[in-house]
């Protein structure tokens, strides 16, 4: 069954270092989202992204975030200098299209710890 | 701006039915009843979605109340494997502003053996 893949399980770095999360979306969908958990914490939305741009972001996503599609399966979270508080688990999803019933399918996250 | 209210916690028995409340009182005509849940730290898992129909697949089914401001979720016959937060989500099939899949805190159910 297709899925939604997220590399690295866990990421380990230094403040104010950058650090990429990424993910592969199941092949034939076109809407793309990241969100994060912090421990303890609900499941929040960053952002989402359609046909090779950003269109809806949270308030969370700020000038830090940035997110890419390079080429016809990544998709990239940027995090420019990483804060204390950005450590959370990182979800990808992706969405098949337009006039769908819309459900999301989630990878199963990347773990970012900041030091 | 919650559109569902949830218990936060519920337990049930392995092997009976589970039945999860949510509140949607204020659900407009176009927005639909989604279900996930997260088991442990996981990625959400989607459920079931519903209209105003009653709907049913393999995982569970959803019992919208006629004046769709209530729904339940019903796993059959839950399993220990079952423990994990549901969360119940209201919003449009659409893509447009604001209509993105946002997650409140969920019902977190506990399977007991």
């Known amino acids: 069954e297709p899925e939604v893949t997220q590399t690295p399980s866990h990421q380990v770095t230094q403040m104010g270092q950058e650090v990429i999360l990424r993910c592969v979306p199941i092949?034939?969908?076109?809407?793309f989202y990241w969100y994060r958990q912090i421990l303890g914490q609900k499941v929040e939305f960053l952002v989402s992204?359609?046909?090779?741009?950003?269109?809806?972001k949270s308030e969370i996503f700020d000038d830090q975030f940035s997110v890419e599609r390079p080429d016809g399966s990544n998709f990239t979270l940027k995090i420019r200098s990483t804060k204390l508080e950005d450590s959370a688990m990182y979800f990808c999803?992706?969405?098949?299209?337009?006039?769908?019933?819309?459900?999301?399918?989630f990878g199963e996250g990347s773990r970012l710890t900041v030091l | 701006d919650a559109k569902t209210t949830q218990p936060p916690s519920m337990d049930c028995a392995e092997g009976r039915a589970a039945n999860l409340p949510c509140n949607h009182s204020?659900?407009?005509?176009?927005?639909?009843v989604y279900w996930y849940r997260q088991i442990h730290s996981q990625g959400p898992q989607y459920i079931i979605h519903?209209?105003?129909n009653n709907e049913t697949n393999e995982m569970a089914s959803l019992i919208i109340t006629e004046d769709r401001k209530s729904s339940t979720l019903i796993l059959p016959h839950a399993t220990l494997r079952d423990t994990a937060v549901y969360y119940c989500?209201?919003?449009?099939?659409?893509?447009?502003?604001?209509?993105?899949?946002?997650f409140g805190a969920g019902t977190r159910l506990t399977v007991k053996p």
């Open positions: 999803a992706s969405s098949v299209g337009q006039m769908n019933t819309g459900e999301l399918f």
């Open positions: 092949s034939n969908h076109l809407y």
């Open positions: 992204f359609y046909n090779n741009e950003i269109s809806e």
């Open positions: 204020t659900i407009s005509g176009n927005e639909y």
């Open positions: 519903g209209l105003k």
């Open positions: 989500i209201v919003r449009e099939p659409l893509y447009r502003p604001n209509n993105d899949m946002r």
